[in-house]
């Protein structure tokens, strides 16, 4: 007889949505994928610049992912540069797979680690 399936546990699942949540916008879409293919820290108004969005609407979303650790900031004088998080890079593609049910590489995420682990 085939085994029940059973769903994520409910803290695992909760952590993940926010990851999820984190992501559940286009312009945030946009900034992530920005960062993570410059390949280097970019400033807000090089970021406004790219993603053709108001400065204050990507500080807002800057704001988000950073809260949720995807991009991490860092302060040059009176200006704050933005780079993508790697530990996210590789976090969350398991954590998708994990949500579907597909076999994972190696080790899962361990829900007590952020997407954006501290690097």
Known sequence: ?????????????????????ALADATRVQIV??????????????IVV???VGQ????????????MRFVLAEHRGTATY?????????????????????PVPAQPVPASQPPGARQ
């Open 1 to 21: 007889m085939k085994e029940r399936a059973q769903p994520l546990g409910r803290a695992t699942a909760a952590e993940y949505a926010t990851w999820f949540r």
């Open 33 to 46: 994928s920005l960062l993570a293919r410059h390949g280097g820290p970019m400033n807000v108004g090089e």
């Open 50 to 52: 790219a993603v053709d």
């Open 56 to 67: 204050s609407t990507v500080s807002a979303h800057l704001k988000v992912l950073a809260d």
């Open 82 to 102: 933005y780079r993508i998080n790697d530990a996210c890079v590789g976090c969350f593609p398991t954590a998708a797979d994990i949500v579907m049910g597909r």
